[in-house]
């Protein structure tokens, strides 16, 4: 589970900006094509603060979704699903979004 690496990365950068004021909020977003489990860095999130400035910390996250753009036809449009097929029915497409992994926002008390 990759998730606790990634989850303790952002709770270790987020208490090194913060020089350990006592956050309250802190807000992610992780793209749907990003590989990470919105629900796992939820569980882990709570193990991870615990004795840290972060603890109680409420966790909010976005979830875009993935977006292509086709090759063949310059359409831009979302991914309704993890198989990277324009509406066209090209399947020359790049990924232009859903990909990140973002610390969006901390709020501290």
């Known amino acids: 589970m990759h998730e606790l690496s990634i989850t303790q990365s952002v709770v270790d950068t987020i208490a090194e900006a913060t020089g350990g004021a006592t956050v309250l909020e802190v807000r992610l977003e992780i793209g749907r094509l990003s590989g990470v489990v919105p629900d796992s860095v939820r569980f882990c999130f709570e ?20 977006v292509i753009r086709c090759r063949d036809c310059a359409r831009v449009s979302e991914l309704p699903d993890a198989f990277p097929l324009c509406p066209c029915g090209s399947a020359d497409v790049e990924v232009v979004g859903g990909r990140q992994l973002k610390i969006k926002s901390v709020e501290v008390a």
Do not use: N, Q, Y
Not at 47 to 66: F, H, N, Q, S, Y
């Open 47 to 66: 193990l991870v603060c615990a004795g840290t400035a972060l603890a109680g910390a409420d966790l909010d996250i976005v979830e875009p979704p993935g």
